[in-house]
């Protein structure tokens, strides 16, 4: 094989059906020297088949490895330390990247000197193939240097699959051994361990698609403790590091936006979880781990208004919490979604 300008890792677990249309999607990227690293992290069904088969009908561009089952998480992690490439992707093996994909974000990251590059994508139901939103696209053509200042750490989207990281940069990283956020903790651990430049291009190349047993319907108390925990490794590393007192004001501000914003909302869909509770351990834990959180400037009035409406949004969460009554915000987010089929994403 050539020099591999892109690895992109795929975990497998189970999918069968969606697994041939990402890999069509993947094995016909405009981009020739790359690299799909697939990961069967222990599948039930015929996955395991299939990507053996796309293997062998293209030898030169996919490698297959098989694990016992451990999560997304392990498989991730796995996959990263089989990549051979100038930079690394990460798919999901349910979504469809576009086939230039790879060919625009590492063309952008090369033109930049970037160690991630950034693109759009859209949010498509998968059931009646409706676009739901499109995202990241805001920032148009844009480079940037990593600010802990700038609130843009806190709010920029943090899933992979809309990412090239430089591999060199993130090589030593390790995903953080929980469902859910562990790409939001990845990203901030490349923050702080070394990743720099970053661009931006505005066009949506990669399509992710909801499903009904999407993790918002199936959050639990154990994922809240798991974040709980990780959050805290997260901290504790930047103290290690000897960086605390720059980024403390950002993590908490982190940690609250994902915590007790979007994490809090999808628990209440437990129902055997008693909600009021659980935001009150949530707020005890934020006040006692990340008190910063209380008054961040990314949270503050005239910061957030002078931002537009979804800032707005998130400042009078913020606001719900400090006066004990995050349970409107709950009712309100829920009525939006259950009723009127409106999603708000932070």
Same mark, same amino acid.
């Given at each position: ?15 069968? %059906?969606?697994?041939?249309? &990402? *890999? ?10 790359? %690299? ?45 330390? /089989? ?35 950034? &693109? ?60 859910? &956020? ?39 108390? /154990? ?7 990780? *959050? ?55 006040? %006692? ?17 002078? /931002? ?31 009723? *009127? /089929?409106? %999603?708000?994403?932070?």
């Amino acid at each position: 094989m050539k020099n591999v300008k892109v690895s992109i890792v795929v975990p497998i677990y189970n999918l069968e %059906e969606y697994i041939p249309r &990402c *890999l069509d999607a993947l094995v016909n990227q405009t981009l020739e020297d790359i %690299e799909i690293i697939c990961v069967n992290d222990g599948s039930k069904d015929s996955a395991p088949q299939i990507i053996e088969d796309y293997k062998k009908r293209y030898p030169n561009k996919i490698k297959t490895f098989h694990k016992e089952n451990g999560g997304e998480w392990s498989a991730r992690t796995y996959g990263l330390k /089989k990549a051979t490439g100038e930079y690394v992707g990460f798919i999901d093996s349910d979504d469809i990247p576009e086939v230039t994909w790879a060919e625009k974000l590492y063309k952008a990251a090369k033109e930049n000197d970037a160690d991630i590059a950034f &693109c759009g994508y859209d949010r498509v139901d998968l059931d009646t193939g409706k676009t739901v939103s499109t995202e990241m696209t805001q920032y148009g053509v844009m480079n940037k240097e990593v600010d802990w200042k700038d609130d843009f750490i806190v709010y920029a989207n943090p899933s992979l699959w809309n990412k090239l990281y430089r591999l060199e940069k993130v090589k030593h990283l390790e995903f953080l051994p929980f469902r859910g &956020c562990n790409d939001t903790l990845f990203l901030i651990h490349s923050y702080m361990d070394g990743i720099k430049k970053l661009t931006f291009i505005p066009d949506v190349l990669y399509h992710y698609y909801l499903r009904s047993s999407s993790q918002i319907h199936n959050m639990n108390e /154990k994922d809240i403790e798991n974040l709980k925990k990780y *959050l805290i490794v997260t901290k504790e590393h930047a103290i290690q590091i000897g960086k605390y007192d720059e980024y403390k004001e950002t993590l908490a501000s982190m940690a609250f936006l994902h915590l007790a914003v979007s994490w809090a909302f999808m628990l209440s869909y437990d129902k055997s979880v008693k909600i009021n509770k659980a935001l009150k351990e949530i707020t005890n834990y934020l006040n %006692e781990n990340f008190p910063e959180w209380r008054n961040s400037k990314h949270y503050g009035m005239f910061h957030c208004f002078s /931002k537009g409406f979804k800032f707005v949004g998130v400042w009078g969460v913020h606001f719900l919490y400090k006066i004990h009554l995050p349970i409107i915000y709950i009712k309100v987010n829920r009525f939006l979604l259950d009723v *009127l /089929k409106k %999603e708000v994403k932070w």
